[in-house]
């Protein structure tokens, strides 16, 4: 099966071509071969291009970034994603498109299901929210996957996006106290998880799916969850792993994905601090 793969050299990307490519074949893009800032190029550069499946990995994912320059990452985040939409449509293949807990990051009532309405105060969470509205309002042969947030570490090939586990390990490693979030409730799911359910995806009913291991704790307490975890003394803790208590003080954010629907598909992610502890034992610690 031929698999053309957006963003092929970001962190989910590169580790999905490398642990799959005995699988799939997959044809990989970076902005390099095709620059989805200019989305009027992605027509006549895919016009002779074939594939089964498109995966969009592809995105601006800085929220900084996003808020700064709203047209460039609009161009990335939404045109092209809608671009890739119209030539799957035309050619009848399936869009599995990767969209994020972030579309929930001002709606109320978490753990959220798919059917509830995105709501987002962020340009990112904005913008995948309307590229997921063209998705749903105009194919019928599509997986939008919104994920949680993803932990784990660089491996040769494989640059780690940021993520919880880097920056507890950065603290600890440079001796720096660092701030977590208190007014915060996400979920973390193993990076992992995704390359064994990556089959699914290409076979799941068209729909939205939450792929998204189930957390109890706020982003500080899972923080120090990890530092004591390392092994860390608590007054070493207690020195660098710091609350953030005044970050969301006024508006607490809660975007944590119900995966009652995941499951049920036989997606894997399931609990935040059993992927955790797997993470940090994949890669030695
Ligand atoms: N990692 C997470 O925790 C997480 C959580 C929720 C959702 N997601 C979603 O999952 C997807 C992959 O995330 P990731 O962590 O792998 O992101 P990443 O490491 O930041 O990779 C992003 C990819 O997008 C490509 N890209 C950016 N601008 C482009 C442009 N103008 N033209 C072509 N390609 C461009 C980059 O290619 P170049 O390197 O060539 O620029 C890179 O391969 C994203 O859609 C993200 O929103 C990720």
Redesign the pocket.
């Known amino acids: 099966m031929k698999i053309l793969l957006?963003?092929?050299?970001?962190?989910?990307?590169s580790i999905l071509s490398q642990q799959l490519k005995d699988q799939y074949e997959f044809i990989g893009?970076?902005?390099?071969q095709?620059?989805?800032?200019q989305p009027q190029l992605i027509a006549p550069y895919l016009k002779d291009i074939e594939f089964d499946v498109c995966v969009h990995?592809?995105?601006?994912?800085q929220t900084a970034q996003c808020e700064a320059d709203p047209l460039t990452t609009g161009r990335?985040n939404v045109e092209a994603t809608i671009e890739l939409a119209k030539i799957c449509h035309q050619r009848n293949k399936r869009l599995i498109f990767?969209?994020?807990?972030q579309v929930f990051n001002s709606q109320i009532g978490a753990p959220f299901i798919e059917s509830t309405l995105p709501r987002s105060s962020t340009v990112y969470g904005q913008q995948?929210i309307a590229a997921e509205q063209y998705i749903t309002n105009h194919l019928e042969n599509y997986v939008i996957l919104r994920?949680?947030?993803?932990i784990g570490l660089s491996s040769p090939g494989c640059k780690e996006?940021p993520?919880l586990v880097r920056q507890v390990l950065n603290a600890i490693i440079s001796d720096t106290p660092t701030k977590f979030t208190v007014h915060e409730k996400r979920g973390f799911t193993y990076v992992y998880h995704l390359v064994i359910d990556f089959p699914s995806l290409l076979s799941i009913p068209t729909g939205i799916y939450h792929f998204a291991s189930q957390n109890q704790k706020n982003t500080y307490e899972c923080a120090k969850w990890i530092a004591q975890r390392l092994q860390v003394s608590t007054e070493r803790i207690n020195q660098l792993i710091l609350p953030n208590n005044d970050r969301y003080a006024d508006a607490p954010r809660d975007y944590r994905l119900d995966n009652t629907k995941s499951l049920a598909f036989g997606f894997h992610p399931q609990d935040s601090l059993a992927d955790l502890e797997q993470c940090l034992k994949d890669f030695g610690y």
């Open positions: 957006t963003g092929a050299t970001g962190y989910l990307g893009l970076s902005s390099r095709l620059d989805l800032s990995l592809a995105a601006l994912t990335v990767f969209s994020t807990e995948k994920l949680t947030w993803q996006s993520n």
